[in-house]
């Protein structure tokens, strides 16, 4: 008796170690914009909207967005929209290569590298804020988000849309201050900040 009560403790405890170890939530390491990319297409084929992830925000009046092409497929901006809660800015008809960055500029883009838009009417306050990459300018359906980032707090006006569309974590956000000049990515996909 005692080694049959035995033999089914060990059964159920393989049954709750095997489903917590198969659970498909992603790690904490990960971040939402790599949870994007590991569903994207890896190749020409299929819906390039899904080859753009956010890389950098430069903040301030003067910032700017990154968007990166991580494939290793050429990918066209239009019909891309970069939204925050008050409206979106229509990406321009520019085709970005293979692995290659371009910057949506909130000024003129004097001194940055890649610009391929002008005067975006963001917000890229840098104490606290968010912005989205759309297919569309419904803001409020997150079958039209592409990628997502929210930083110095949380939440935000799309911050439940992100997590709806399995972008981003009901808490997650990227540090910033008030003082910050700069967010990106590190290799390790983690979101750092600079600052004046």
Known sequence: MKRSMAMVIGSVLFVVVACTTTDASPSPEETPSSQAESSAPSSGAGDVSWFFSIEEIGLGPEGYVTLHNFTGASANLDSLFLCQADGCADLPDVVVQPGEYARI???DGTGLENVVMTNAKLDLAPADGEVAVYISEDRSDPT????????????????????????WRE???????????????????LWVWDSK
């Open 105 to 107: 500029a909130v000024g």
């Open 144 to 167: 039209q988000l592409r990628a997502y980032l929210q930083w110095g707090s949380t939440p935000h006006e799309l911050t439940k849309v992100a997590v709806d569309a399995g972008l």
């Open 171 to 189: 808490s997650g956000y990227a540090p910033s201050g008030p003082n910050g000049t700069r967010l990106w990515k590190t290799d390790a996909n």
